[in-house]
């Protein structure tokens, strides 16, 4: 089986135990408030924050990456694990400048759990491998379950600048393929898919709190949201080719254009590609 979602009673023992405790609830406190999102993989969850991995836990123990400790000097006036998140923060803004993708994607990964604020639909996980025989390695950007219907589906997130979106006239924008080849994946394991997330929900009702049935459905194919999309008097021909190009080859149903400055609901992004 490629795609596995699990953590066993020896790993969550560890979790729990005195010699992670501190380190836990800190991360806990800022999964409740909608800051870091736990992701569950193969007997391991990784705990992202602002488009990174801020921790990983795995073999009973947390670790960092250690390419991430160089940025960022270290503050005196800040607790080792604040220090950390800004260290994850600092990285994506040295490296990356305004990344508006992670960025708006990151506004709604704390839905899952944020008590704030409520919602049919949540993000399920993120940043996902399928590690089947299509598309191993690549990253799929979100899974969304909506709770009423059972229903969980794939997206992919874009901003329209991105090379991959907007093209010259005449060009295939690559993003076709590659929302195509995540429809494939999960056609290629869709039971194993569904029976993995019900594991990953036990997980996360067990050590967060929350109380959401297994999923009965994967949507398919893959869906895409594209960001920042410029209003319709400001399109050029190129943007106009692309839109159009993207939306016949993937289907109008399957992909969902956001005008600039539009900050979309997972309730709403759901509705608009699960018509």
């Given at each position: 089986m490629s795609f596995i979602r699990s953590l066993d009673e020896k790993q969550i023992s560890a979790l729990l135990g005195d010699k992670n405790t501190e380190l836990f609830n800190l991360l806990k406190k800022d999964i409740l408030s909608g800051v870091v999102f736990p992701a569950i993989r193969k007997n391991e969850i990784y705990f992202y924050y602002e488009g990174g991995c801020l921790y990983k836990f795995?073999?009973?123990?947390?670790?960092?990456?250690?390419n991430f400790e160089k940025y960022g000097c270290e503050d005196g006036n800040l607790s080792p694990y604040e220090n950390a998140k800004k260290q994850v923060v600092s990285k994506f803004t040295s490296t990356k400048g305004n990344d508006k993708e992670r960025r708006l994607l990151n506004a709604l990964y704390g839905l899952t759990f944020n008590r704030k604020h409520f919602f049919d639909t949540v993000v399920l996980d993120i940043e996902v491998n399928l590690n089947g025989n299509i598309g191993a390695g690549k990253k799929c950007d979100l899974v969304l379950y909506n709770l009423p219907s059972g229903e969980i589906m794939f997206v992919e997130g874009k901003v329209f600048s991105d090379r991959?979106?907007?093209?010259?006239?005449?060009?295939?924008p690559k993003v076709i393929e590659q929302?195509?080849?995540?429809?494939?994946?999960?056609?290629?394991?869709?039971?194993?898919?569904?029976?993995?997330?019900?594991?990953?929900?036990?997980?996360?009702?067990?050590?967060?709190?929350?109380?959401?049935p297994a999923p009965k459905k994967l949507v398919q194919p893959a869906k895409l949201?594209?960001?920042?999309?410029?209003?319709?008097?400001?399109?050029?021909?190129?943007?106009?080719?692309?839109?159009?190009?993207?939306?016949?080859?993937l289907g109008t149903n399957n992909v969902v254009f956001v005008k600039k400055e539009e900050r979309p609901s997972t309730d709403e992004i759901w509705n608009s590609l699960c018509k």
């Open positions: 795995s073999n009973g123990k947390f670790s960092r990456d250690k991959r979106v907007n093209v010259k006239c005449g060009s295939l929302v195509n080849m995540y429809s494939s994946a999960i056609a290629e394991q869709a039971q194993t898919i569904i029976s993995q997330y019900a594991n990953h929900i036990e997980i996360i009702n067990r050590l967060f709190g929350t109380q959401y949201l594209v960001y920042e999309t410029p209003l319709t008097v400001n399109l050029t021909e190129n943007n106009s080719y692309s839109i159009d190009t993207v939306t016949s080859s």
